[in-house]
């Protein structure tokens, strides 16, 4: 299993990038794109012809469960890359200052990686929880006065995973506070409160249900009593009881005394979930599209906010298309066109003559992008961005955008200090039709 943040330890162009001192303040309606291509998926939707997805719920399913059936394969040398990726001499902490040798140190032992994968126990999350790459809540950065590091780009984050997913456990720190688990798509640390285990028995009802995806997010769930369990998030996918004429009876958990679990039966309304997965139609694009699209943008799901990968993986999860977390990984999902080796007008031919809209992405090194057409000749494209490269002399800095946008791959090139080598469409290595 390759990891969310081995693959990002480079330098940033224009996508999930920023600078802690240099950032340039613009206000977006200076920014020429996002003024002229509407920002919202129903005007491309009304352009184009989008027909369904051939996806099936069982193979979705399949991997989503998969950490409750199989023990992942990961080494115990492939765990442990964050140890060889962040050095002491290299991280610098929440002061701005080098973090001390010792803190690295006690890290590691803390880690109790000598009990890796001893556990194996299956067990869920009661929350939306980040996971990092060591177990501390404490940020190292790179060095905070280059552009391109710093606030947000806090190493620590690998990635996050939604509340009641399956997680499988290999192992407790040392001082308890921390289990490294397993998810279906990544592996790291969380927080012990934020899991619970639970038995065979219940994990095998768990997957033998129906399933209902939630279509909305940051909506409050409560148990049977009107107690607060969670925020739905779109992606999530829950066991289905009952089903009524507005609603569905779904089960959920939370946590009891003696941190045992506690089964309960949750009421969602049907204009927040659907049984079973969605038809890719227009109405429905625009629906989820559109509501993962008012995420702002966080680096590894912090804030629990979404960056480019997670992005269009929460997109594609209530159709059932599986795609992987981080933005390499899903740049070779499905049929791959090399786009290296090509200038810039025969990149836009080839992605207008074989890329179909909603479903072919654009791949850069770092950044992930979703192709949606082309308008007044210039190919558009859904992301979730950071910011805009600059360069005024060999001062690098970013015009912070910070959200999901449609854009050209020419995004800010009106700017003054617009930094044309980091342009989009001169970085894209590869694109990929994800489906039919």
């Given at each position: 299993?390759?990891y969310?943040?081995?693959?990002?330890?480079v330098?940033?162009?224009?996508?999930c990038?920023?600078?802690?001192?240099?950032?340039?303040?613009?206000?977006?309606?200076?920014?020429?794109?996002?003024?002229?291509?509407?920002?919202?998926?129903?005007?491309?939707?009304?352009?184009?012809?989008?027909d369904?997805?051939?996806?099936?719920?069982?193979?979705?399913?399949?991997?989503?469960?998969?950490?409750?059936?199989?023990?992942?394969?990961?080494?115990?040398?492939?765990?442990?890359?964050?140890?060889?990726?962040?050095?002491?001499?290299?991280m610098?902490?929440?002061?701005?200052?080098?973090i001390?040798e010792?803190?690295?140190?006690?890290?590691?032992?803390?880690?109790n990686?000598?009990?890796y994968?001893?556990?194996?126990?299956?067990?869920?999350?009661?929350r939306?929880?980040?996971?990092?790459?060591?177990?501390?809540?404490?940020?190292?950065?790179?060095?905070p006065?280059i552009?391109?590091e710093?606030?947000?780009?806090?190493?620590?984050?690998?990635?996050?995973?939604s509340?009641?997913?399956?997680?499988?456990?290999?192992?407790?720190?040392?001082?308890?506070?921390?289990?490294?688990?397993f998810?279906?798509?990544?592996?790291?640390?969380?927080k012990?409160?934020?899991?619970?285990?639970?038995?065979?028995?219940y994990?095998?009802?768990?997957?033998?249900?129906?399933?209902?995806?939630?279509?909305?997010?940051?909506?409050?769930?409560?148990?049977?009593?009107?107690?607060?369990?969670?925020?739905?998030?779109?992606?999530?996918?829950?066991?289905?009881?009952?089903?009524?004429?507005?609603?569905?009876?779904?089960?959920?958990?939370?946590?009891?005394?003696?941190?045992?679990?506690n089964?309960?039966?949750?009421?969602?309304?049907?204009?927040?979930?659907?049984?079973?997965?969605?038809?890719?139609?227009?109405?429905?694009?625009?629906?989820?599209?559109?509501?993962?699209?008012?995420?702002?943008?966080?680096?590894?799901?912090?804030?629990?906010?979404?960056?480019?990968?997670?992005?269009?993986?929460?997109?594609?999860?209530?159709?059932?298309?599986?795609?992987?977390?981080?933005?390499?990984?899903?740049?070779?999902?499905?049929?791959?066109?090399?786009?290296?080796?090509?200038?810039?007008?025969?990149?836009?031919?080839?992605?207008?003559k074989?890329?179909?809209?909603?479903?072919?992405?654009?791949?850069?090194?770092?950044?992930?992008?979703?192709?949606?057409?082309?308008?007044?000749n210039?190919?558009?494209?859904l992301?979730?961005?950071?910011?805009?490269?600059?360069?005024?002399?060999?001062?690098?800095?970013?015009?912070v955008?910070?959200?999901?946008?449609?854009?050209?791959?020419?995004?800010g090139?009106?700017?003054?200090?617009?930094?044309?080598?980091?342009?989009?469409l001169?970085?894209?290595?590869?694109?990929n039709?994800?489906?039919?």
């Open positions: 299993m390759k969310l943040f081995s693959l990002f330890i330098l940033f162009f224009v996508s990038s920023a600078t802690r001192y240099d950032l340039v303040d613009v206000d977006k309606d200076d920014i020429s794109d996002l003024q002229k291509f509407p920002q919202n998926s129903l005007a491309y939707l009304k352009k184009y012809k989008v369904g997805l051939q996806t099936s719920a069982k193979d979705y399913e399949k991997r989503y469960f998969s950490v409750w059936n199989e023990i992942p394969k990961d080494t115990k040398d492939e765990a442990m890359w964050p140890f060889e990726s962040f050095k002491y001499g290299e610098y902490g929440e002061n701005l200052k080098l001390d010792s803190i690295f140190k006690d890290i590691k032992n803390n880690s990686f000598d009990k994968k001893t556990l194996n126990k299956n067990a869920i999350t009661l939306h929880t980040d996971i990092r790459a060591f177990p501390t809540s404490k940020p190292m950065f790179k060095k006065s552009a391109g710093g606030f947000p780009f806090d190493y620590m984050q690998n990635s996050t995973v509340a009641n997913k399956p997680i499988m456990i290999s192992h407790y720190s040392k001082d308890k506070i921390w289990a490294f688990i998810t279906s798509f990544t592996s790291g640390w969380v012990t409160k934020d899991i619970i285990t639970i038995d065979k028995k994990t095998n009802m768990w997957q033998k249900a129906k399933q209902v995806f939630i279509t909305k997010d940051n909506i409050p769930l409560y148990d049977e009593n009107g107690e607060f369990l969670f925020e739905s998030r779109v992606g999530m996918m829950l066991a289905l009881i009952r089903e009524y004429k507005g609603s569905y009876r779904v089960l959920t958990v939370s946590s009891y005394k003696n941190h045992q679990p089964y309960h039966t949750t009421k969602l309304s049907k204009d927040i979930s659907v049984k079973g997965i969605m038809k890719y139609s227009k109405n429905n694009i625009q629906k989820i599209f559109d509501e993962v699209s008012k995420s702002k943008y966080g680096w590894g799901g912090m804030y629990g906010e979404r960056d480019c990968s997670s992005t269009l993986r929460d997109m594609y999860a209530p159709f059932g298309l599986w795609l992987p977390r981080n933005s390499y990984q899903q740049s070779v999902v499905g049929k791959v066109i090399s786009l290296e080796n090509l200038d810039d007008k025969q990149k836009l031919e080839l992605i207008k074989e890329a179909k809209p909603f479903k072919t992405l654009l791949y850069k090194q770092g950044h992930i992008l979703l192709y949606i057409g082309v308008v007044d210039e190919v558009i494209a992301h979730n961005v950071w910011g805009i490269k600059t360069k005024q002399n060999s001062l690098e800095g970013r015009i955008i910070g959200k999901t946008v449609y854009s050209s791959l020419r995004l090139a009106e700017q003054k200090y617009y930094d044309k080598e980091a342009e989009i001169g970085s894209l290595k590869s694109m039709i994800i489906a039919n």
